[in-house]
T-cell receptor, first 111, second 113 residues
C-alpha cells in the first residue's frame, strides 16, 4: 500500500523567513496530495492541495510543488508569521476518499 | 455552519470498560472518517463510510473496535473492552463527494487507565 514519508519532523524559523516541508510517496498511482495544518487542541485543517496533473499551486504565502517522476511534493511557506506555528501534515491518495498521512512537521516561528 | 461535532471531548475510563465516541458530520456530507492520532503512530485512518456504508475498515486495529453509521447525521466508534494502549485522540471527519476536502472535528481525547 501507499506509504508517505515527511521531513523534517521539527522546523524552527525566524519570523519573515521561508519554511519548506518535504514529503515522498511510494505509489506512483497516487494523484491527490493535500496539506493539513493542525493547531494545538484542534483537528487538522486543509490549507492547500494539488493534483497530479499540476506541477505547482500557490495561495498567497503558501505554495505546493509536485515532482511525479521523483514521487515527492513540498510545502513552501514564505514570509512566515508566528500564527503559522503548528503541526503540518502531508497526505497522498489514489483518488479515493482514503488519505495516507505523513508523520507531521512541527513548525515554530520565532518573532 | 457548526462543523463536525464530536462528543465527548474528553473521556477517562478504566481498562476493560466500554467506550463509545460519537460524531455528527457536516450536513450534506456523504463520507465519514474515523482517525486515531498518537505520538508513536501519527494520524491513522481506522474506517470510513460512504452514504452510511462502511467502505474500508482495514485500519481498525482489532475486534475490540467497531463503528456504525445508522444514518447520515450520526456515527459511533465503540471500543469494548478498552485497554491502556487505546489511549489517543480520536478524530471524526466528513467530506462531500469522493476525494473531497475532509473537514475534521475537534477530536475526543481518550485516556484508558
Amino acid at each position: 500500500g501507499e506509504n508517505v514519508e515527511q521531513h523534517p519532523s521539527t522546523l524552527s524559523v525566524q519570523e519573515g523567513d521561508s519554511a519548506v516541508i518535504k514529503c515522498t510517496y511510494s505509489d506512483s498511482a497516487s494523484n491527490y496530495f493535500p496539506w493539513y495544518k493542525q493547531e494545538l487542541g484542534k483537528g487538522p485543517q486543509l490549507i492547500i492541495d494539488i493534483r497530479s496533473n499540476v506541477g505547482e499551486k500557490k495561495d498567497q504565502r503558501i505554495a505546493v510543488t509536485l515532482n511525479k517522476t521523483a514521487k515527492h511534493f513540498s510545502l513552501h511557506i514564505t514570509e512566515t508569521q508566528p500564527e503559522d506555528s503548528a503541526v503540518y501534515f502531508c497526505a497522498a491518495s489514489l483518488g479515493t476518499d482514503k488519505l495516507i498521512f505523513g508523520t507531521g512537521t512541527r513548525l515554530q516561528v520565532f518573532p | 455552519d457548526a462543523g463536525v461535532i464530536q462528543s465527548p471531548r474528553h473521556e477517562v475510563t478504566e481498562m476493560g470498560q466500554e467506550v463509545t465516541l460519537r460524531c455528527k458530520p457536516i450536513s450534506g456530507h456523504n463520507s465519514l472518517f474515523w482517525y486515531r492520532q498518537t505520538m508513536m503512530r501519527g494520524l491513522e485512518l481506522l474506517i470510513y463510510f460512504n452514504n452510511n456504508v462502511p467502505i474500508d475498515d482495514s485500519g481498525m486495529p482489532e475486534d475490540r473496535f467497531s463503528a456504525k453509521m445508522p444514518n447520515a447525521s450520526f456515527s459511533t466508534l465503540k471500543i469494548q473492552p478498552s485497554e491502556p494502549r487505546d489511549s489517543a485522540v480520536y478524530f471524526c471527519a466528513s467530506s462531500l463527494g469522493t476525494g473531497g476536502e475532509q473537514y475534521f472535528g475537534p477530536g475526543t481525547r481518550l485516556t484508558v487507565t
